[in-house]
């Protein structure tokens, strides 16, 4: 039976729904995505998929179900979709270590960094909180390159999908703290992580996804300057 695409439910700018969109594409997994504008997530249609009004969510219709909250959908997928263990591995305490990782990246990572963001584009400047959240961001990155250290991946010998779900907002690191001169330190303090991100941004999935989504932000952004 021909597989039916899994419907994304994205918005250009949010890198959570790229994350799903990274692993979708790793799988080879046929997907079509749908842009939902941040005026509408509190919305119906939209709401009534995602009672939370945030984005990302997918619509299965393999398997008849929809979900919510990227960490869930990440592991639905690998669940689902990765009987052969592409991205990830079914031993101890690997399979354990993929969790922890996940985990850190959804409460640690994407929060953080999304704070940091949303202060940098405030009309009024909070410093106290700019700083605090620069200091997560460096926190957080402290933490993957000492885990990083003489690895080339976070868990066992290959990427694995808390590598991918890592991508789109380490990506965005010179966006949210808008400081050439802070993006350098990190560059210089943190080489594991960069070294990483390279190796990440090399592979053909990566490349894909993330062309596809400088390319819907070149489009939003050009919607917005009519």
């Avoid at 960490?71 to 399979?95: C, K, M, Q, W």
């Avoid at 957080?140 to 000492?146: C, P, T, Y």
């Avoid at 080489?191 to 941004?201: D, F, G, Y």
Wanted: proline share 8%; hydrophobic share 40%; with cysteine.
């Amino acid at each position: 039976m021909t597989m039916q695409p899994i419907t994304l439910y994205s918005h250009p700018i949010g890198p959570n729904p790229w994350k799903v969109a990274l692993i979708l594409s790793a799988l080879q997994i046929p997907y079509e995505t749908v842009t939902v504008d941040f005026a509408d997530v509190k919305k119906s249609p939209y709401v009534d998929l995602c009672p939370n009004g945030r984005l990302p969510t997918i619509v299965d219709p393999n398997k008849d179900i929809t979900l919510w909250e990227s960490g869930a959908i990440v592991n639905y997928l690998i669940e689902t979709y990765d009987p052969s263990h592409r991205l990830s591995y079914d031993t101890f305490p690997e399979r354990h270590q993929l969790q922890q990782w996940l985990h850190f990246q959804v409460s640690g990572q994407g929060p953080y960094y999304g704070q940091l963001g949303w202060f940098q584009r405030q009309p009024e400047r909070v410093s106290l909180a700019i700083e605090r959240y620069t200091g997560e961001i460096r926190r957080v990155m402290g933490v993957l390159d000492q885990a990083l250290q003489g690895k080339e991946w976070l868990v066992g010998e290959k990427c694995t999908f808390v590598d991918l779900c890592f991508v789109p907002w380490q990506e965005l690191v010179p966006f949210v703290v808008g400081d050439e001169r802070i993006v350098q330190e990190l560059t210089e303090q943190y080489p594991n992580v960069h070294a990483w991100m390279e190796r990440m941004k090399a592979k053909p999935e990566v490349r894909k996804v993330l062309q596809e989504k400088s390319e819907a932000m070149a489009m939003a952004m050009a919607k917005s300057t009519k």
